[in-house]
């Protein structure tokens, strides 16, 4: 007879994983399947964890080359290990991944390595190339395959020259040009990395803007700063072409994305980070008779069902923001539901940051949204060059906003460009989910000296105005 499971999970990234023992603590008996040989999925393996390694490192990196001279550090040019950067790197992933195994021990969940695809009736198959397949049986399944990089047509990757993300979070060398496609997420945070470390990176976008989605005033001054820092931008470009030279490099042909004139661009490599797509590959679908949406994403109702009873998806794979965060809630959610509770996510109130220096952090509305949709805000908006800590850390750089409805002063949204801005932005989440104020803010005691303090005074530009300006 089938192995039985209360709960069988595909996919063991930040959605499935988090899921899986969530249900666990809930009692269920739980399985997770998971193609890879480590668990933890795209976000600790290839996405997350070693691109925030990798930051961390070409941050200091960059500082002790340029900052560190005005505090009084004079040392020696640094010189870069790569080699150590990237053993850096993968340490950090290991200890994550190896974090996860513990965890599904220490929860009592079975782990299957191998294809997971629904044979219908509760039935799923794992196959691997170690075996002939295995099939179990589970009450209910929940989907997180997550997703993979979108590509362009006529573009081949190679991980080497031509990469996505992964390829670009392995590089054996620093390239001397770098073409970055796409000034989304990825491109900028990797482009970044290179750019550090020494590489002329050139980001080639198709829309007018950097970072479409994020508030445009935010993605204006970041471009600035960027720009700064030494990266080009070709906006309203597309890539046409890449070709492959005998040397090795790359020859781009761009053009403007409105049609118009070619234009030549050289690099030795070239990421391609244009977006991701849901990966339901091998999951028998179609088969099984689970919806997709015109975007391969599947379709879920309220509670993660799917259009197969007590077959749900979550994360990447469905609709919503691709954030690790998102999938974890998500994960909670639908574990909490199949128990028989009340699991919600509260989709109005999820952080999305961008780990460059300065950081990006945002949570809810963007100026943009907010008129939009015709309501009436006010803005709280306030300088880090006017925040003593900043002055200290040498940390000026951008600002904090603050966006309130200008007859109830319940805080809709907020921005903050700025050092440690991922960090900073946890307490206007926790304002938002408690559906508070601007004055509830203002009036909320700051430690001084901190960076926070900026929050606060944003909060009362809402209001009065703030003290320091
Ligand atoms: P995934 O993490 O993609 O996991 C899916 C898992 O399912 C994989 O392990 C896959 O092997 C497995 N799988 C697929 N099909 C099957 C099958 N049929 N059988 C068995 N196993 C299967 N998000 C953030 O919030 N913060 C960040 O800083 C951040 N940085 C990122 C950096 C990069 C370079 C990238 C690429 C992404 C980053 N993301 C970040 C996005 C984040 O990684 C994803 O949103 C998150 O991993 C989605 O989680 P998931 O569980 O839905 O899917
Ligand atoms: P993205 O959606 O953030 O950005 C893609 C960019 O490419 C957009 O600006 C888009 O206009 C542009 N583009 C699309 N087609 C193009 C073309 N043919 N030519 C030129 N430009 C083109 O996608 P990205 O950066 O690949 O990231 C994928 C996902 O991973 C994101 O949804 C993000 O949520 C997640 N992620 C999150 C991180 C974080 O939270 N810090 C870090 C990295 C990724």
């Known amino acids: 007879m089938a192995d039985q499971f209360d709960l069988t999970v595909i996919g063991s990234g930040p959605g499935g994983y988090v899921c899986a023992i969530r249900a666990a603590q809930l009692g269920m008996k739980v399985a997770v399947v998971e193609k890879m040989p480590t ?13 925030k390694a990798l930051l961390h490192a070409t941050e200091l990196f960059e500082e002790a080359g340029h900052s560190f001279s005005h505090l009084g550090i004079d040392i020696a040019a640094p010189t870069l290990n790569l080699a150590q950067m990237m053993a850096h790197k993968d340490e950090t992933v290991a200890a994550n991944v190896n974090g996860v195994s513990f965890l599904f021990k220490k929860n009592k969940i079975t782990a299957f390595e191998g294809l997971g695809s629904l044979l219908g009736g509760g039935r799923v198959q794992i196959a691997s190339d170690k075996g002939a397949p295995q099939v179990i049986e589970s009450k209910h399944i929940v989907i997180a395959t997550g997703s993979v990089p979108a590509t362009l047509p006529g573009i081949d990757i190679d991980e080497e020259r031509i990469v996505t993300s992964t390829g670009a979070l392995s590089l054996g060398a620093v390239p001397d040009r770098l073409l970055v496609i796409g000034a989304g997420v990825i491109g900028l945070e990797l482009g970044s990395v290179w750019a550090r470390l020494g590489a002329k990176v050139t980001v080639v976008e198709f829309l007018d803007r950097i970072l479409p989605g994020m508030d445009s ?10 720009s700064k820092q030494g990266v080009e931008f070709r906006l309203s470009t597309k890539v046409k072409s890449i070709d492959r030279q005998e040397d090795g490099s ?3 042909r761009l053009e403007p994305a409105a049609g118009g004139d070619m234009a030549i661009l050289d690099a030795d490599v070239a990421l391609v980070a244009i977006g991701r797509k849901p990966f339901t590959q091998g999951l028998g679908l179609e088969a099984a008779g689970v919806e997709l949406d015109s975007r391969g994403r599947i379709v879920t109702g309220p509670h993660y069902g799917t259009s197969i009873e007590s077959v749900y998806a979550i994360g990447d794979v469905i609709a ?13 959610a639908v574990a909490e539901v199949i128990a028989g509770q009340a699991g919600h996510v509260n989709y109005g ?14 949570v809810g509305k963007t100026e943009d949204e907010l008129k939009a949709e ?6 709280g908006k306030f300088p880090f060059t006017a925040n003593g800590r900043a002055k200290a850390m040498l ?20 921005h903050i460009i700025g050092k440690n801005a991922s960090e900073m932005i946890e307490a206007l989440t926790v304002l938002m989910e408690f559906g508070g104020s601007a004055e509830d803010l203002a009036r909320t005691t700051a430690p001084h000296p901190t960076l926070s303090e900026a929050i606060r005074e944003a909060a009362l530009m809402c209001g009065d105005g703030a003290i320091h300006i």
């Open 39 to 51: 668990f933890g999925g795209t976000c600790l393996n290839i996405g997350c964890i070693p691109s």
């Open 217 to 226: 005033e935010v993605a204006r001054q970041f471009q600035r700063i960027l």
């Open 250 to 252: 790359l020859t781009a």
């Open 320 to 332: 919503g923001p691709m954030l690790a965060h998102k999938a974890e809630d998500e994960g909670i």
């Open 349 to 362: 109130a999820i952080p999305a940051v961008v780990y460059t220096n300065p950081e990006i952090a945002s």
């Open 374 to 379: 015709g309501i009436d805000y006010k803005t």
């Open 395 to 414: 940390a000026t750089q951008g600002f904090v906003k603050i966006l309130a409805d200008v007859q109830t002063d319940r805080v809709l949204g907020a």
